[in-house]
């Protein structure tokens, strides 16, 4: 079969497969559109790549990512530097600033602490965060890391580093999504809304 | 929201979300991940972008995509070339060389007459395919176009083209596909079945 196919084409195929949630069948479908594009779309889209991966890199402060040296949250004076929101990844700002409802600061950690695939808390932002801790006055940090063992972890572990430093330490809320059945909600998700539940 | 990712990988994510089967959502991934490779390998992926476009073009014989002047089917002594396979894509070459029972010859059509898409014979590649059938006495050609209404007119239309030059012309066999239960069959398939129907 691949001897049939042209090694340029092969080559194109494997990289679009090294892309998460892409297939073999998908490579080869996303492949072929790129060959059906115009060639100033192809060379567009090629440099898009390059051009992305010189520019951007983390913000001096939060870590999230941007192509200036601070990003437009941390640069915006409206908001509150003294309360940051602790994120797994770029992509959960992205979620956050959607609600339109939270105006203070983040801090991207660029992953979660997890033995198993090898990363401890030396890969992750941790350094950074505790230098802003220190540098601008910070009153609340909320751990926003996933509702996953990992993410629990990494905001237990980050929650005992921050708390002797005298800063309050919270946690997003879990409980059963809005809008959706009690009937169809998992355990630990029954459990975790019963914990946190609240007087009415 | 968009204001808060930098310009370059807005870009990127356009250029994701452009390809086939690549939502809003995905084309971010997509675009977080390529601004996780190391930066030789964001170059080497644009680079084969490029590359491929450059060097892949159809086959000057039965228009699949190669990058040489004939594909390796056309170029391989051993391949019949008086029969010839009519197919859409060159995803559909691929499917049919996966089953190694076919030892004759392609012809690739880049698409189905389509009028609501503006899509007339004009814009496939049947010129080249009448071409084929006088130089290298053909003697049948196997409409392998899709089992769709746009590749049903596309058979007719060429097999009424080409009966006149003294071609037979087949069309695959439609009907229950192996391994599957009668009962979850389409209407349409089972008239196919049924007018397809066998001596055993």
């Known amino acids: 079969m691949s001897s049939l196919q042209a090694p340029s084409l092969a080559t194109l195929i494997d990289w679009f497969n090294r892309l998460p949630g892409v297939g073999r069948k998908s490579a080869q479908r996303l492949a072929y559109y790129v060959l059906s594009m115009s060639e100033e779309d192809a060379k567009m889209f090629a440099s898009a790549i390059t051009e992305a991966h010189q520019k951007i890199h983390r913000c001096a402060k939060c870590c999230n990512l941007t192509d200036e040296e601070l990003c437009p949250i941390c640069k915006n004076v409206k908001r509150d530097k003294t309360i940051i929101c602790v994120v797994e990844d770029p992509k959960d700002v992205a979620a956050l600033e959607k609600t339109q409802e939270y105006?203070?600061?983040?801090?991207?950690?660029?992953?979660?602490?997890?033995?198993?695939?090898?990363?401890?808390?030396?890969?992750?932002?941790?350094?950074?965060?505790?230098?802003?801790?220190?540098?601008?006055?910070?009153?609340?940090?909320?751990?926003?890391?996933?509702?996953?063992?990992?993410?629990e972890t990494t905001a237990v572990y980050i929650s005992r580093l921050l708390k002797p430093l005298g800063v309050k330490v919270t946690r997003l809320a879990y409980g059963i999504p809005v809008g959706a059945d009690l009937e169809y909600a998992d355990e630990v998700t029954l459990i975790k809304a019963l914990e946190g539940r609240r007087e009415i």
């Open 103 to 151: 105006s203070a600061s983040y801090h991207v950690l660029h992953g979660v602490i997890s033995p198993l695939n090898g990363i401890g808390p030396d890969q992750l932002t941790i350094k950074e965060l505790v230098k802003r801790i220190n540098e601008d006055n910070v009153s609340e940090v909320i751990m926003a890391t996933n509702a996953t063992a990992e993410g």
